[in-house]
């Protein structure tokens, strides 16, 4: 079990009694839009929360104040096995937008980025985002996150109601551990 605290957050496992918190945000189509999922019900976020609750790179944020999930940050190695060789995470975020434009999600991300470097030794970490979800890439821009390249319809989060991708232009960034302020 991890847990991380910022000035305003707790970054810890899921547990079962976060579903209505999570259910809150994962359920909205303004959340899904540019992830890979399509708005989640009750039950896919029960069995999400299940599958998780254990794994300590995926976390959820929780308000200091109030004991409310707001958001989940985490982290994971990517499918190439270079990645695990070279020490090259991927972050990931999700944020209830009831919570937005306060920073949590910023100071949750700097949190699991300095996890990633400082605890278990990271060299690298790489993000990516569909070029239309401009919080996500000005959220990464702010931590310092430089952007290495701009795939034009070359990658998908999901397909559509047919099976088929639905193909977005999308940014990638990354950042070295000596980078990281």
């Known amino acids: 079990m991890i847990k991380i ?3 305003r957050l707790i970054l810890r496992n ?6 209505e918190d ?3 945000y994962l359920s909205m189509e303004e959340v899904s839009r540019y992830e890979d999922f399509y708005p989640l019900t009750r039950e896919q976020c029960k069995k999400f929360i299940e599958k998780n609750n254990d794994n300590d790179s995926r976390l959820v944020a929780v308000l200091k104040e109030t004991g409310k999930v707001i958001g989940s940050a985490g982290y994971f190695f990517g499918e190439d096995e270079d990645d695990v060789l070279l020490k090259n995470y991927y972050i ?3 944020f209830n937008p009831k919570y937005g434009k306060k920073g949590y999600a910023t100071e949750a991300a700097r949190a699991v980025v300095n996890h990633i470097f400082n605890d278990l030794g990271g060299r690298r970490v790489c993000a990516d985002c569909d070029e239309k979800n401009d ?3 000005k959220l990464l821009e702010r ?3 430089r952007r290495e390249g701009h795939l034009i319809e070359g990658n998908y989060y999901k397909c559509d109601k047919e099976g088929d991708p639905i193909i977005i232009n999308t940014y990638k960034y990354a950042m070295l551990k000596r980078e990281f302020k």
């Open 135 to 137: 919080n996500s890439w």
């Open 92 to 94: 990931d975020y999700d």
């Open 22 to 24: 999570i259910y809150e």
């Open 5 to 7: 605290e910022t000035e």
């Open 143 to 145: 931590l310092g996150f």
């Open 14 to 19: 899921y547990k079962e009694d976060d579903l």
